[in-house]
């Protein structure tokens, strides 16, 4: 056997396996989840003019559960009914994956819809 020297490194022993209810837990901040469905509706309406506002959103997280509600804008004419279904469907998608959170409900309010130039700007009224 070689001696060993003063200032070697110490042979480090794997930590003891914990029992997964004794590790703790991961709390995500109502805050965070609002950040992830909001930049998840924006990805929605990624396709629109540039001139609306972004999506907003608020979060209550409640026994491990996000409820979200978005305050969102369109252009119009567009099938509002289809579009809300759209940004629900796909913010709880986002949400689930992302944060790993359950999503019962998601509330999207239309703040404002925007007419686009080819349905109106410049139009006359026709008879």
Known sequence: ????????????????????????????????????????????????????????AAVVVHHGAAHIRLHVEFDYPCDIGARCADVRRHVASRVRALVGMEVPEVAVHVERLHLTPAHGAGQGRTR
């Open 1 to 56: 056997m070689t001696p060993v020297s003063e200032g070697a490194a110490e042979v480090r022993r794997p930590p003891a396996t914990v029992a997964p209810g004794e590790r703790g837990a991961t709390r995500i901040a109502d805050r965070v989840v609002s950040k992830v469905a909001a930049q998840a509706a924006r990805e929605m309406l990624a396709g629109q003019s540039g001139d609306t506002t972004p999506a907003q």
